[in-house]
């Protein structure tokens, strides 16, 4: 069934991805914008302030939003551009119905019917094959009332123990990382903190290009003198400055990590007094790290001894300090390893809990943080709440109004869903908000799957490349087109404003899984009037739990420009900072600040292993793949926006002149990238920003120019997160242009 | 209303991170919609991300306004130059050729010289440049001299310039390090001593390495 119908080229010149630019009254200066809302930018989990111009219900221009106090008026590209997603002349106004005879494969339908139809191809599927056979994949750009639902809607209406989201490439192994070592899995400090640090120490963060406002937190705390540090197999724009660059090896974070703690105690640059009192499991750790002498961290991680010594003593004698990852060190078959490690290094200077010492990971989705605490993960139930712990499937089948037996048990991952398609299991799928196609590793396998299934649902704005597999698509909402909230990197949670309605037949996320839900005959649960009936019950659900939001209203969140989480009463201010001394918390009930019965930190042995799939003599170089600046996740929007795929057209292949010279590739000569698992041909940059041993592929492109054809889909054993960061490759000059060069647009 | 007096740009190229922020924001500048009047480049792709973004320095002596035969470049009171007036603008590309900075931009289909003009509909209402506001790093930044030595203590600024015997002094300042020293940069003063006497006779010596 969900064989594409006709050739990709088809559906491109039908669908797109075609390029919106300013014109008409998004160029005329002499325009009077309607109404100004106050809402947030929809790509990256900074979630920066701004206000959208609304004329006749169409966004016509940005104007910055100062008065927001987390990125006081600062944007970056996509910020700037991302009204440009409005009024897309791809934008999917009808449903969409499969029918091989028509243009693109799809025919236009009514929505009722659109919606009856996907009915029925759940209903059957799971008639014939029981409630798991159909699966459902959610994002992490959805807003915590979508998030919530989603879950819900996956196991009261569907009944299935198969949902998984988007955030499974993304933050999961920080957040099992933190759930280890501190109980609670949540940015320790706003960034108001990074400014007042003595150091700030970055690793596997492009903080320039995937997190580009908090670039200038980070160079405000240079201005009073901190150093910076910065861990990255390549020179990003963050690196060029930094005080210390360690070009570490892909794939090796946990030997620095442990070789940094090594030489802290051996200089007594321990806080004792913090580890005695507040943690546990230290004596361990520290014989493991015994292991990791500075020669050894030197060879295992490729970084020279002398610059590993500079940076442990730079730590080691911090008085203030703030500890920044993200997905460089999470992508990886070990990323909950590489987290525990960089956490080791964060509990053995006792720099938590205070101002100016802080510890985060930066959240790389819309709604990254949210997004994984209300129940869309597949082993979990909202408020952060363990799905296999009996007390909270009482406290939420309650809210929901069943019996804690009807929750079904833990799913699996959003990659092990494809898995379970290939062995028969799964045959059903419903969508919204995830485009594996492109995000997956080794999606040649994805697509396979895709055209295995027995139906397919998608909800989405745009059809993307993988929606194109589906039997019906649902027009729902883009991010401007409802109200709700989102919980941002800092663990904030802040309004998003509804500026214009949904266009056409789109109608609003909820509303389709509403009446997707009635049309199944299981509307009980699925009757909210607004998006603000989701968050109250959203918040019932919450209260108790780790991630609790029962104490916030929209009122709070919008009169105080945000609400930190955990938030359990009304007249609770929320919580900045978490792990304040004599700070309470729901599990130590004010035994420490840590979220443990015994309120302390958990020190764990952090061991090191190479990746999966290391160079070897076929394949001797590292692949590693992450974002440019002007681009967002799949694509799937940013595009659709010209301004920013004029910016960095497609994918390029970053290698060393080294490199380089020895393949005989000049800068922008076509070269042809082999793993395993396929081929890759895109023109090269040569440049001087790359560790000689690892060529860069940026993974936001489809079809023919997408890396994640290639990448390894080897994931880590606990977060179950792919390895985008790491796996083996050879590279030759290719012949000339591939033929889809001269087929396609760079978008495309 | 003129632009505050005690408001300036400033401009770190230090913290610039290439995002090209600045660009895009210019070009959704209600006075040039469609035209971003910044300059972004890399010093050397090759070699580095580092990247300059360049505005108009908005000189107290506006070279461009100085060799402007159509008198179609003005310098407010305020210290702003501001872009050509199209009435006058005789597309002769003099200014384009003159600035020491290489900020003015022909546009051949409007017949027209376009540069930055600190947003002057912004700036002259009590708002910030378009730039200064979005750019997230900060690398562009408009405020009072006195909050940028509060919010930058290891950083002074400058705003006087050399080429060759032209000194010109601007109205957006530069920030450099405190620590280091503002230099005036002769090629010479890097030259051994006997080639430094006569340097362009060094320059044509046969050999020279």
Redesign the interface.
Known sequence: MAHLPRSDLEIIGRFGPHLAFPEGDRLDRGVEPDRVVKTHCCFCGQQCGIQLKVKDNRIIGFEPWEEFPFNHGLLCPKGVRRYLQGSHPDRLLRALVRDERAEGGFRPACYEEAIRLAADGIARVQREHGPDAVAVLTGASLTNEKAYLMGKFARVCLKTSNIDYNGRLCMVSAAAGNKKAFGIDRAANPWSDIPDAGVVWISGANVAECAPITTDYVWQARERGAKVVVVDPRMTPIARTADLFLPVRPGRDIALFNGILHLMIENGWIDRKFVETHTTGFDEVAAHVKEWPPRRTAEATGIAERAIRQAAEWWGTAETSFLLHSRGIEHSSHGVQNVLGAINIVLASGRIGRPGCGYATITGQANGQGGREHGQKCDQLPGARDLSDPAAREHVAKVWGIAPGDIPGPGVDAYEIFRRVDQGGVRGLVSICFNPVVSLPDSSFVRRMLEKLDFYVVIDFFLNETARHADVVLPGSLQEEDEGTITQVEGRVIRIRRAVDPPGEAREDWRVIQDLAKALGREKGFTFASPREIFDELRRASAGGIADYSGMTWEKIEEQHGVFWPCPREEHAGTPRLFEPDSWNPIAKGKGPFYFPDGKARFVVARYAPPAEDPDADYPIFLTSGRVVSQYLSGTQTRRIGPLVEQYPEPRIEMHPRLAERLGIGDGDWATVETRRGTCTLKAQVVRTIRPDTIFIPYHWAGPRSVNRITNSAQDPISKIPEYKACAARVRKAEGPPPYASEREAQQ | MPVPADRHFFIDP????????C???C??C??H??HSMIHLEYVG???????VPTICMHCDSPTCAEVCPADAIKRTEDGVVQSARKARCIACSNCVLACPFGVPKMNVGFELMMKCDMCYDRTSVGL?P?CA??????ALCFGTEEEIRT?????TFVHAFRFGQQTISTKVRVMVPKESEVLSLDVTAALNEEEAKDPMAAMFTEGNP
Do not use: Y
Not at chain 2, 45 to 51: K, L, N
Not at chain 2, 151 to 155: E, G, H, Q
């Open positions: 230090r913290r610039c991170i290439g995002c090209q922020s660009v895009h924001a070009s959704e209600d006075t919609k469609g792709r090759g070699d580095s991300p580092q990247t910030k378009m506001t979005v750019c997230p790093s900060q919010l930058r203590p290891r950083s």
